[in-house]
């Protein structure tokens, strides 16, 4: 078993940065597929807190091969930024890195777009992160998207930048605007890019097909949640990309016969940020409860997460569509902090999710025993292994597993790497 896809399996930030830095010893190489930095992946370890938006989240284990797949946005920037970061940290070295050559490449004109159309009067406002994840697709499905391999070529690139030129400034100026995309301004903003990314740049479909017929272990990083796929998602409060696990193919470049194992990642309760459908958000003192002893703020944004109970139709939901094998449950020392706990089995009025539209979903929701004792907290955040937690946790796991007909692969009981319940192999 030499692949093993993780990804989100509710509406984001699941821990998918925790669990994958957990994992990350055991890998060869770590891969991203989609999405861009509208991500934030938080790693936890000796003390340290560290946030990643491009950069797989195996940087911070020296030797792990850290690669950016085809099917990413990459702003340049906020890229060289995170380098710099993480070498200064020494967690990343130089050669640990590439980037593909077909990944596509964020340009400010991508950012002043996303955050015109979010302050439109009367538009439909997404709540997005604001980094011009959504331009830079629709540039990409619309084939005058730039990839990282227009950088290397400067008059193919002015000829990219000549295309988009028309079409952006109009919108620019529709939206009442002040910047404007100029050409010669952007190709020399390129030029001083690819000084310093030209080493990292590769075929990385060519990369991942050799390390897994060389037999290395590959652990591909999903970015987002399954609800907010771009086809299988809250449709249109979703992202640009596919984030369920059956991206991660297009998104390299390998086939679905590489893939090994599929884990999900789900939080013990439910959190979203951005507008759109969340059947399970408290909007009472529950809410705000779990939002403080779980810290729900946004990695990117620090917008306040909005919080809510276990939904496990949505959870089974995004089981089936990412065809996960193992489940990673994550924050369960969190909930545990809670004086009471609920958890949604189904929907009212026979609501399915996948059929039905999200919004129209009232949940059912079921109080659980056993749970608001302080003991339980640290009880939980002590837990090394299975039989380490306590019986309303077990319980807790056995009822969401039993919902959604998948087995629990890990437990995470805190941020830091060494917080987590190992269950199932990851390779
Ligand atoms: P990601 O986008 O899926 O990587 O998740 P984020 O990093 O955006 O948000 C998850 C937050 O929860 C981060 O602050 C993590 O450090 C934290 N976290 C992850 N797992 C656990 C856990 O089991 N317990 C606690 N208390 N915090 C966790
Ligand atoms: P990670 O990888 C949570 C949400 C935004 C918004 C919608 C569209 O950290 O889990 P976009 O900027 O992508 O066009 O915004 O998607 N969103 C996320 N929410 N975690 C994320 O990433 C997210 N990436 C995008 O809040 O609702
Ligand atoms: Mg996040």
């Keep these: 078993m030499s692949t093993l896809v993780v990804v989100g ?69 906020v890229f060289r930024q995170e380098i710099t970061a993480l070498q200064k940290s020494g967690m990343l070295l130089q050669d640990e890195l590439r980037v593909s050559l077909d990944a596509h490449v964020i340009f400010p004109f991508h950012r002043w777009l996303d955050g015109g159309r979010e302050d439109q009067v009367g538009g439909t406002r997404i709540g997005t992160t604001r980094r011009g994840i959504g331009p830079a697709y629709e540039a990409k499905a619309a084939r005058r998207g730039i990839r990282v391999r227009d950088l290397l070529h400067p008059e193919r690139l002015r000829a990219r930048l000549i295309a988009n030129a028309a079409i952006v400034n109009a919108e620019l100026e529709r939206l009442g605007a002040e910047e404007r995309l100029e050409v010669d301004a952007e190709v020399a903003r390129a030029t001083g890019w690819v000084v310093w990314m030209r080493p990292l740049i590769c075929d990385a479909g060519e990369l991942i097909d050799a390390s ?12 987002q949640g399954a609800l907010l796929d771009l086809d299988h998602g809250t449709y249109p409060y979703v992202t640009s990309s596919t984030t369920l696990a059956g991206g991660a193919c297009s998104g390299l470049g390998i086939g679905p016969t590489a893939i090994d194992r599929v884990w999900g990642i789900t939080k013990a309760y439910t959190t979203r940020v951005g507008a759109g459908p969340f059947p399970t958000r408290l909007d009472d003192a529950h809410g705000e409860l779990l939002r403080q002893a779980g810290d729900e703020f946004g990695a990117t944004t620090g917008r306040p997460r909005d919080c809510g109970w276990l939904d496990l139709p949505a959870l089974r939901y995004a089981a089936r569509r990412s065809g996960l094998t ?49 003991a339980l907290a640290s009880q939980i955040a002590q837990a090394r292994r299975l039989e380490d937690l306590p019986a309303p946790a077990r319980a807790y796991l056995d009822i969401i597993s039993e919902a959604i007909e998948v087995p629990i692969a890990l437990v995470s009981v805190g941020p830091g790497r060494d917080q987590t319940v190992f269950i199932d192999e990851a390779f």
């Excluded at 999405?35 to 792990?64: D, E, I, M, R």
């Excluded at 897994?212 to 970015?223: D, K, S």
């Excluded at 949604?344 to 996948?354: I, L, M, Q, T």
């Design 9 to 77: 399996a509710q509406w984001g930030d699941e821990g998918k940065g925790k669990v994958v830095d957990a994992l990350a010893s055991q890998a060869d190489v770590v891969a991203r597929f989609a999405g861009g930095n509208n991500a934030g992946h938080t790693l936890v370890f000796s003390g340290q807190k560290v946030v990643t938006h491009l950069v797989p989240s195996g940087c911070a284990y020296p030797g792990t091969r850290c690669v950016l797949g085809a099917g990413m946005v990459i702003d340049p920037e």
């Design 212 to 223: 897994i017929r060389a037999g290395q272990r590959v652990l591909i990083e999903g970015a």
């Design 326 to 374: 193992g489940l990673c449950v994550t924050k369960l020392d969190i909930l545990a902090k809670m004086p009471e706990i609920a958890i949604c089995r189904s929907y009212a009025d026979g609501v399915v999710p996948g059929r039905d539209e999200l919004d129209l979903a009232r949940p059912v929701l079921e109080g659980l025993p056993g749970w608001g004792d302080p």
